[in-house]
């Protein structure tokens, strides 16, 4: 466990996204994990998905060198403020929306946040490295944009996405963040602004909101709730635990090539049903039903129309960060959802918190006036 540095520290990361599930998971990865010295520089939106709270121990622990910024990252002027204020040397981009489904109900914030958001960070940090960096910091910069295995589009029963897999987004959320990968690339070609990018498999672990399959599994589970799955439950996804995606992302800030992308996966395919089937039993077995009317979490389970545009099957091959970099996920599923399901289990006050809206009265009092 580190000490906290001294005010002379010149390495700073700026996380976007950071009150979110996977950008508060990295946060606290880098600090509690790692050698890293340096200030951590969170800015966030604070949209629904968005709790700050995630981070309030950490805010807490590590008060001089954590800092929290509610910021949009549309908004060119309060960004650039923030990269003079705190000189900034390393961005990590996971700010986007990420819903499919509400990409497909309602696709304009996703055009806003995920392309236009990620083209003013590539300018913002165009400009300041070209211009405001000192040169001793300008050799260190990177900037590490965080994408998804969705964009590759669907798999037939065989094979694996690798990084020379072509696009073919299916979503509006897809072809979102398929554009912010070419914009990312282009300013790698065109400016040689040192950039990286990962595309990772499905995330899951403490913290994520509970629209995502396995925490919404959990919830509805535990409050006697009918259990969806689309279609017939077939559909496969490549599941990766949080934290094995965090020490990836440090391992590419760490010794990753600009210019180069990494994809990042669990080899660890399942079925949704093999998923929800898996939560049912580990359920069971922690937190047996006292409702009479079923008697396995698996009664609870409803099979529901499929949604428009349903990926049948991704699968990532992370060859190339493994050989490259030395980097191999470290928690194998059973292991993974168990922790995930315990952490839920011995969180009910951020579950409910989260279902209540209190956490949002919570922001609202406590962050209103800071754009």
Sequence with gaps: MKKNADSTIKDAILVTGGAGFIGSNFIRYVFERTDYKGKIVNIDKLTYAANPANLQDISEKYKNRYFFEKTDICNYDAVMEIFKKYKITKVVHFAAESHVDRSILGPKAFIQTNIVGTFNLLEISRQYWNAQISIQNRSIFRFHHISTDEVYGSLGMKGLFTEKTAYDPHSPYSASK??????????????????????????????????????????????????????????????????DHCSAIWSILSNGKAGETYNIGGREEKTNFDVVNKICKILDRLHPARESKFSSYKDLITFVKDRPGHDRRYGIDPSKIENELGWKAEVDFDAGMRKTVEWYLANPRWIKNIKSGEYLKWIDKNYSKRQ
């Design 178 to 243: 398929a554009s912010s990968d070419h914009l990312a690339r282009a300013y790698y070609h065109t400016y040689r602004l040192p950039v990286s990018i990962s595309n990772c498999s499905n995330n899951y672990g403490p913290y994520q909101f509970p629209e995502k399959l396995i925490p919404l599994v959990i919830i509805n589970a535990l409050e006697g709730k009918s259990i969806p799955i689309y279609g017939d439950g077939k559909n496969v996804r490549d599941w990766l635990y949080v934290e």
